[in-house]
T-cell receptor, first 110, second 114 residues
Framework: GENVEQHPSTLSVQEGDSAVIKCTYS??????FPWYKQELGKRPQLIIDIRSNVGEKKDQRIAVTLNKTAKHFSLHITETQPEDSAVYFC?????????FGTGTSLTVIP | DSGVTQTPKHLITATGQRVTLRCSPR?????VYWYQQSLDQGLQFLIQYYNGEERAKGNILERFSAQQFPDLHSELNLSSLELGDSALYFC?????????????FGPGTRLTVT
């Protein structure tokens, strides 16, 4: 089955700096890669996603890149703000199953 | 508010017992997914139902079972509970069969097994 690895597990950045979270996957059949943000005590919410036929996608301060050859994808957050502090999960989907990474706890220091 | 509801919000029970968690998807969504979130294991996909039929199975234990009813709500049954089953259980829904597109998560049910 699919195996998704996510790094780092914790990340602290100064407000205004950029944050990068990286994930790798093992199943070349995976074709959809969403990123979820989970604030403390709340439900995961989709922040951005990318399909395997696209190499990069951007939405304001958030961008995701995908390298199918290397089987890795990354989340980039620019101009970080304190409200970006949360746990971020990457996921890979092949068919109907979703496999999540173990999460990255991002802290943005004001 | 995602439109997905889960009950109960909290559940405390003893080892060996059986519990049922309930999920109502967003209006119009046909797929329901169940996830287990433990502190040390992140989000684990358990099972997916689409329009009443099982579509995908993840790391779901044999002691766990689920079903989706004609009105599209779903129940996750956990039996012979162990301490390690203590976790936050999320359900999520999506319009289609899954694989592509956003899943909308419910608020979760926190299960504590004592």
């Amino acid at each position: 089955g699919e195996n998704v690895e996510q790094h780092p597990s914790t990340l602290s950045v100064q407000e205004g700096d950029s944050a990068v979270i990286k994930c790798t996957y093992s199943d070349s059949a995976s074709n959809y890669f969403p990123w979820y943000k989970q604030e403390l005590g709340k439900r995961p919410q989709l922040i951005i996603d990318i399909r395997s036929n696209v190499g990069e996608k951007k939405d304001q301060r958030i961008a995701v890149t995908l390298n199918k050859t290397a089987k890795h994808f990354s989340l980039h957050i620019t101009e970080t703000q304190p409200e970006d502090s949360a746990v971020y999960f990457c996921a890979a989907s092949a068919g109907n199953q979703f496999y999540f990474g173990t999460g990255t706890s991002l802290t943005v220091i004001p | 508010d995602s439109g997905v509801t889960q009950t109960p919000k909290h559940l405390i029970t003893a080892t060996g017992q059986r519990v049922t968690l309930r999920c109502s998807p967003r209006s119009g969504d046909l797929s329901v997914y169940w996830y287990q979130q433990s502190l040390d294991q992140g989000l684990q996909f358990l099972i997916q139902y689409y329009n009443g039929e099982e579509r995908a199975k993840g790391n779901i234990l044999e002691r766990f079972s689920a079903q989706q009813f004609p009105d599209l709500h779903s129940e996750l049954n956990l039996s012979s509970l162990e301490l390690g089953d203590s976790a936050l259980y999320f359900c999520a829904s999506s319009p289609g069969t899954g694989g592509l597109g956003e899943q909308y998560f419910g608020p979760g049910t926190r299960l504590t097994v004592t």
